[in-house]
Protein backbone atom coordinates (compact mmCIF):
# COMPACT_ATOMS: atom_id res chain seq x y z
CA UNK A 1 0.00 0.00 0.00
CA UNK A 2 0.97 3.78 -1.28
CA UNK A 3 1.84 5.96 1.69
CA UNK A 4 2.42 9.45 1.15
CA UNK A 5 6.23 10.84 1.03
CA UNK A 6 7.00 14.31 1.28
CA UNK A 7 9.35 15.40 -1.33
CA UNK A 8 11.50 18.94 -1.03
CA UNK A 9 11.96 20.87 -4.17
CA UNK A 10 13.86 23.47 -5.15
CA UNK A 11 12.85 27.14 -4.59
CA UNK A 12 11.37 28.05 -8.10
CA UNK A 13 12.44 31.86 -7.60
CA UNK A 14 16.10 30.58 -8.05
CA UNK A 15 16.11 28.79 -10.50
CA UNK A 16 13.71 30.81 -12.55
CA UNK A 17 16.84 33.61 -11.71
CA UNK A 18 19.33 31.51 -12.67
CA UNK A 19 17.60 30.14 -15.83
CA UNK A 20 16.95 33.34 -17.14
CA UNK A 21 20.93 34.88 -16.58
CA UNK A 22 22.17 31.39 -18.33
CA UNK A 23 19.38 32.09 -21.52
CA UNK A 24 21.07 35.76 -22.05
CA UNK A 25 24.55 34.64 -21.41
CA UNK A 26 23.93 31.83 -23.49
CA UNK A 27 22.10 33.67 -26.48
CA UNK A 28 24.57 36.54 -26.63
CA UNK A 29 27.31 34.02 -26.78
CA UNK A 30 24.90 32.50 -29.48
CA UNK A 31 25.00 35.71 -31.26
CA UNK A 32 28.97 35.80 -31.55
CA UNK A 33 29.31 32.85 -32.69
CA UNK A 34 26.97 32.98 -35.54
CA UNK A 35 28.86 36.19 -36.53
CA UNK A 36 32.14 34.91 -36.00
CA UNK A 37 30.81 31.30 -38.28
CA UNK A 38 32.04 28.95 -35.19
CA UNK A 39 29.43 25.97 -36.33
CA UNK A 40 31.05 23.63 -33.67
CA UNK A 41 30.00 26.50 -31.08
CA UNK A 42 26.86 27.79 -32.57
CA UNK A 43 25.60 23.96 -32.48
CA UNK A 44 26.70 23.91 -28.74
CA UNK A 45 25.18 26.47 -27.60
CA UNK A 46 22.00 26.13 -29.61
CA UNK A 47 21.93 22.61 -27.27
CA UNK A 48 22.73 24.67 -24.31
CA UNK A 49 19.37 26.59 -25.11
CA UNK A 50 17.78 23.78 -25.73
CA UNK A 51 18.54 22.24 -22.36
CA UNK A 52 17.91 25.68 -20.70
CA UNK A 53 14.35 26.04 -21.83
CA UNK A 54 13.68 22.27 -20.95
CA UNK A 55 15.13 22.82 -17.13
CA UNK A 56 12.15 26.02 -17.80
CA UNK A 57 9.70 23.49 -18.09
CA UNK A 58 10.49 22.03 -14.16
CA UNK A 59 9.33 24.91 -12.91
CA UNK A 60 5.92 24.44 -11.35
CA UNK A 61 3.14 26.49 -8.96
CA UNK A 62 2.12 24.94 -5.63
CA UNK A 63 -1.16 26.77 -4.26
CA UNK A 64 -1.92 27.05 -0.53
CA UNK A 65 -3.87 24.15 0.83
CA UNK A 66 -2.83 22.36 -2.33
CA UNK A 67 -0.56 19.84 -3.05
CA UNK A 68 1.34 18.40 -6.08
CA UNK A 69 2.06 14.78 -6.81
CA UNK A 70 5.20 14.08 -8.75
CA UNK A 71 5.59 10.72 -10.66
CA UNK A 72 8.56 9.46 -12.91
CA UNK A 73 7.05 7.06 -15.42
CA UNK A 74 4.73 5.84 -13.79
CA UNK A 75 6.13 5.44 -10.06
CA UNK A 76 5.38 8.00 -7.46
CA UNK A 77 8.25 10.08 -6.51
CA UNK A 78 6.43 12.05 -3.58
CA UNK A 79 4.41 15.10 -2.79
CA UNK A 80 5.37 18.76 -2.96
CA UNK A 81 3.18 21.08 -0.44
CA UNK A 82 5.17 23.70 0.42
CA UNK A 83 3.34 26.62 -1.04
CA UNK A 84 4.81 29.41 -4.03
CA UNK A 85 6.78 28.52 -7.22
CA UNK A 86 8.63 25.50 -7.01
CA UNK A 87 11.48 23.54 -9.43
CA UNK A 88 11.40 19.97 -9.57
CA UNK A 89 12.78 17.68 -12.51
CA UNK A 90 11.07 18.22 -15.84
CA UNK A 91 10.51 14.69 -16.29
CA UNK A 92 8.68 14.68 -13.20
CA UNK A 93 4.78 14.79 -14.12
CA UNK A 94 3.14 17.11 -11.74
CA UNK A 95 -0.44 15.59 -10.68
CA UNK A 96 -2.35 18.58 -8.35
CA UNK A 97 -4.43 17.32 -5.84
CA UNK A 98 -6.64 19.58 -3.41
CA UNK A 99 -6.16 19.46 0.65
CA UNK A 100 -8.94 22.20 1.30
CA UNK A 101 -11.94 21.06 3.61
CA UNK A 102 -14.82 19.66 1.61
CA UNK A 103 -18.24 18.97 2.33
CA UNK A 104 -21.45 17.06 0.31
CA UNK A 105 -24.56 16.59 1.18
CA UNK A 106 -26.17 13.22 0.13
CA UNK A 107 -29.31 12.38 -1.10
CA UNK A 108 -32.94 11.97 0.60
CA UNK A 109 -32.16 7.99 0.99
CA UNK A 110 -35.50 6.35 1.63
CA UNK A 111 -34.76 3.23 3.97
CA UNK A 112 -36.09 1.10 6.71
CA UNK A 113 -35.12 1.89 10.52
CA UNK A 114 -34.67 -1.64 13.00
CA UNK A 115 -38.08 -1.39 13.37
CA UNK A 116 -38.77 -2.05 9.77
CA UNK A 117 -40.45 1.88 8.95
CA UNK A 118 -39.85 3.37 6.27
CA UNK A 119 -37.65 6.56 6.55
CA UNK A 120 -36.30 8.80 4.77
CA UNK A 121 -32.75 10.87 5.52
CA UNK A 122 -29.93 12.50 4.48
CA UNK A 123 -26.41 13.55 5.87
CA UNK A 124 -23.89 16.58 5.74
CA UNK A 125 -20.49 15.29 5.58
CA UNK A 126 -17.71 17.44 5.66
CA UNK A 127 -13.90 15.91 4.89
CA UNK A 128 -10.27 16.48 3.76
CA UNK A 129 -7.38 14.56 1.65
CA UNK A 130 -4.91 13.75 4.38
CA UNK A 131 -2.74 10.94 2.38
CA UNK A 132 -2.33 12.40 -0.66
CA UNK A 133 -0.81 8.90 -2.07
CA UNK A 134 -3.73 7.09 -1.39
CA UNK A 135 -6.42 9.46 -2.60
CA UNK A 136 -4.78 9.04 -5.95
CA UNK A 137 -3.77 5.61 -6.09
CA UNK A 138 -5.65 3.36 -3.69
CA UNK A 139 -9.30 4.24 -5.05
CA UNK A 140 -10.29 4.88 -8.21
CA UNK A 141 -11.77 8.26 -8.09
CA UNK A 142 -11.48 9.93 -4.38
CA UNK A 143 -14.39 12.07 -4.78
CA UNK A 144 -16.93 9.28 -6.36
CA UNK A 145 -15.49 6.90 -3.48
CA UNK A 146 -16.49 9.49 -0.90
CA UNK A 147 -19.85 10.02 -1.80
CA UNK A 148 -20.89 6.40 -2.24
CA UNK A 149 -19.09 5.15 0.79
CA UNK A 150 -20.72 8.04 2.73
CA UNK A 151 -24.24 7.12 1.35
CA UNK A 152 -23.29 3.77 2.37
CA UNK A 153 -22.52 4.63 5.61
CA UNK A 154 -26.20 6.73 6.19
CA UNK A 155 -27.85 3.89 5.17
CA UNK A 156 -26.19 1.24 7.28
CA UNK A 157 -26.58 3.94 10.63
CA UNK A 158 -30.70 4.24 9.32
CA UNK A 159 -31.02 0.36 9.58
CA UNK A 160 -28.96 0.16 13.31
CA UNK A 161 -31.61 2.65 14.85
CA UNK A 162 -35.07 3.06 15.02
CA UNK A 163 -36.75 6.92 14.95
CA UNK A 164 -37.85 6.60 17.85
CA UNK A 165 -37.07 4.96 20.85
CA UNK A 166 -39.59 2.52 22.70
CA UNK A 167 -37.99 2.87 26.15
CA UNK A 168 -35.97 4.68 28.24
CA UNK A 169 -32.27 3.04 27.71
CA UNK A 170 -32.81 3.00 24.10
CA UNK A 171 -30.99 5.05 21.04
CA UNK A 172 -32.86 6.67 18.29
CA UNK A 173 -32.54 8.44 15.41
CA UNK A 174 -34.55 11.44 16.57
CA UNK A 175 -33.83 10.93 20.36
CA UNK A 176 -29.93 10.87 20.76
CA UNK A 177 -28.85 13.21 17.51
CA UNK A 178 -25.58 13.67 19.14
CA UNK A 179 -24.59 9.77 19.83
CA UNK A 180 -26.05 8.67 16.52
CA UNK A 181 -23.74 11.48 14.31
CA UNK A 182 -20.91 10.02 16.32
CA UNK A 183 -21.50 6.91 15.19
CA UNK A 184 -21.86 8.07 12.01
CA UNK A 185 -18.51 9.92 11.48
CA UNK A 186 -16.90 6.89 13.08
CA UNK A 187 -18.45 4.43 10.66
CA UNK A 188 -18.10 6.71 7.30
CA UNK A 189 -14.43 7.55 8.43
CA UNK A 190 -13.72 4.01 8.91
CA UNK A 191 -14.39 3.35 5.19
CA UNK A 192 -13.02 6.27 3.89
CA UNK A 193 -9.59 5.21 6.11
CA UNK A 194 -8.44 3.69 2.36
CA UNK A 195 -8.56 6.46 0.57
CA UNK A 196 -6.18 8.77 2.72
CA UNK A 197 -9.76 10.91 4.01
CA UNK A 198 -10.29 12.56 7.10
CA UNK A 199 -13.77 12.67 8.06
CA UNK A 200 -14.15 16.08 10.55
CA UNK A 201 -17.75 16.17 10.72
CA UNK A 202 -20.97 14.34 9.75
CA UNK A 203 -24.33 16.13 10.46
CA UNK A 204 -28.12 14.27 10.11
CA UNK A 205 -29.38 17.33 7.46
CA UNK A 206 -32.50 15.42 7.05
CA UNK A 207 -34.73 13.19 9.01
CA UNK A 208 -38.42 12.32 8.36
CA UNK A 209 -41.04 9.44 7.90
CA UNK A 210 -41.86 8.40 4.49
CA UNK A 211 -44.59 9.71 3.07
CA UNK A 212 -46.83 7.08 2.42
CA UNK A 213 -46.81 6.53 6.44
CA UNK A 214 -45.93 9.67 7.64
CA UNK A 215 -49.89 10.85 8.69
CA UNK A 216 -50.02 7.56 10.82
CA UNK A 217 -46.73 7.78 12.45
CA UNK A 218 -47.91 11.07 13.48
CA UNK A 219 -51.09 10.28 15.02
CA UNK A 220 -48.64 7.89 16.87
CA UNK A 221 -46.74 10.62 18.19
CA UNK A 222 -49.84 12.63 19.39
CA UNK A 223 -51.16 9.53 20.82
CA UNK A 224 -47.98 8.98 22.83
CA UNK A 225 -47.46 12.69 23.69
CA UNK A 226 -51.04 12.49 25.02
CA UNK A 227 -51.03 9.76 27.36
CA UNK A 228 -47.49 11.17 28.39
CA UNK A 229 -49.41 14.72 29.85
CA UNK A 230 -52.10 12.37 31.26
CA UNK A 231 -49.78 10.22 33.24
CA UNK A 232 -48.01 13.44 34.71
CA UNK A 233 -51.08 15.13 35.13
CA UNK A 234 -52.64 11.97 37.45
CA UNK A 235 -49.30 11.32 39.26
CA UNK A 236 -49.81 15.44 40.66
CA UNK A 237 -52.59 15.08 40.88
CA UNK A 238 -52.67 11.60 43.62
CA UNK A 239 -50.14 13.59 45.00
CA UNK A 240 -52.50 16.69 45.59
CA UNK A 241 -55.07 14.20 47.15
CA UNK A 242 -52.67 12.24 49.63
CA UNK A 243 -51.86 15.83 50.73
CA UNK A 244 -55.15 17.17 51.02
CA UNK A 245 -56.11 14.36 53.44
CA UNK A 246 -53.27 14.34 55.25
CA UNK A 247 -53.31 18.17 56.10
CA UNK A 248 -57.12 17.82 56.92
CA UNK A 249 -57.03 14.95 59.37
CA UNK A 250 -53.46 16.24 60.80
CA UNK A 251 -55.16 19.50 61.51
CA UNK A 252 -58.23 17.88 62.89
CA UNK A 253 -60.48 20.09 59.96
CA UNK A 254 -63.24 17.74 59.84
CA UNK A 255 -63.67 13.82 60.65
CA UNK A 256 -63.61 11.80 57.42
CA UNK A 257 -65.06 7.95 57.12
CA UNK A 258 -63.97 6.09 54.30
CA UNK A 259 -67.06 6.72 52.61
CA UNK A 260 -66.31 10.59 52.64
CA UNK A 261 -62.68 9.78 51.75
CA UNK A 262 -63.57 7.97 48.81
CA UNK A 263 -65.55 10.73 47.78
CA UNK A 264 -63.22 13.62 48.20
CA UNK A 265 -60.74 11.66 46.47
CA UNK A 266 -63.15 11.07 43.76
CA UNK A 267 -63.95 14.79 43.42
CA UNK A 268 -60.81 16.17 43.95
CA UNK A 269 -59.52 14.06 40.83
CA UNK A 270 -62.08 14.73 38.69
CA UNK A 271 -61.19 18.59 39.80
CA UNK A 272 -57.93 18.15 38.85
CA UNK A 273 -57.63 15.30 36.02
CA UNK A 274 -60.53 17.17 34.23
CA UNK A 275 -60.24 18.57 30.70
CA UNK A 276 -62.73 21.45 31.71
CA UNK A 277 -63.30 23.74 34.16
CA UNK A 278 -65.32 22.00 37.69
CA UNK A 279 -68.99 22.76 38.26
CA UNK A 280 -69.23 23.67 41.57
CA UNK A 281 -72.26 21.67 43.10
CA UNK A 282 -73.99 22.35 46.30
CA UNK A 283 -74.60 19.55 48.63
CA UNK A 284 -77.58 20.74 51.04
CA UNK A 285 -77.80 17.21 52.23
CA UNK A 286 -76.03 14.29 53.77
CA UNK A 287 -74.37 11.44 52.47
CA UNK A 288 -76.63 9.27 54.63
CA UNK A 289 -79.85 10.61 53.96
Known amino acids: MLKEREVSTVSGGLV??????AAGAIAYLFYQAVLAGQIGL????????????????GLFMVNPNEAKVLQLFGRYIGTAKLAGLRWASPFYSKRPISLRVRNFESEHLKVNDLDGNPIEIAAVVVWRVVDTAEALF????YEQFVRVQ???AVRNLASRYSYDAHD???HSLRGNTAFVVDHLRKEIQDRLTAAGVEVIEARISHLAYAPEIAQAMLQRQQASAIIAARQKIVEGAVGMVEMA???????????????????????LLVVLCGERNAQPVVNTGSLYT
Open 16 to 21: LAVLLA
Open 42 to 57: TVALALAIAADALLLA
Open 138 to 141: QVDN
Open 150 to 152: SEA
Open 168 to 170: VNG
Open 245 to 267: LNQLSRNNVVELDQERRAAMVSN
